[in-house]
């Protein structure tokens, strides 16, 4: 049971990249699934996270209005559609997944000491340039 990542690669700024989180051995049904991105020399921080039941999403307010989460539950996949690329969107992205029901919480990495979630994906590289 796992989480793998794909689509990432390099972009001009202003291009797009839609980036991909496909669950092997299980069902992401139950789950709600954060993206997650890591620039170089600095902590991982919340992108984009969907609910596992309503479809409630939260997006970051650095990336509102570019980047969206969406759910294909036919497809087990959870995809972040990533549009009009900055090079500071350039790092490592992660996706998780976990049965929290605060998605906000999930984002913002406030789940309290010592939470865990689930499942991450080993990460995929988007490189932006300018």
């Known amino acids: 049971e796992h989480l793998v990542e794909s689509g990432g690669g390099a972009v001009q700024a202003g291009g797009s990249l839609r980036l991909s989180c496909a669950a092997a051995?299980?069902?992401?049904?139950?789950?709600?699934v954060g993206w997650f991105y890591q620039a170089p020399g600095k902590d991982r921080e919340g992108v984009a996270c969907?609910?596992?039941?309503?479809?409630?999403?939260y997006v970051d307010e650095s990336v509102e209005g570019r980047f969206a989460i969406s759910r294909d539950r036919a497809k087990n996949t959870v995809y972040l559609q990533m549009n009009s690329l900055k090079s500071e969107d350039t790092g490592v992205y992660f996706c998780?997944?976990?049965?929290?029901?605060?998605?906000?919480?999930?984002?913002?990495?406030?789940?309290?000491?010592?939470?865990?979630?689930?499942?991450w994906g080993q990460g995929t590289q988007v490189t932006v340039s300018s």
């Open positions: 969907i609910s596992s039941d309503d479809g409630r999403t």
């Open positions: 051995g299980f069902s992401l049904d139950a789950y709600a």
């Open positions: 998780a997944a976990d049965r929290i029901g605060n998605i906000e919480a999930m984002c913002l990495q406030i789940t309290g000491l010592g939470y865990e979630y689930d499942f």
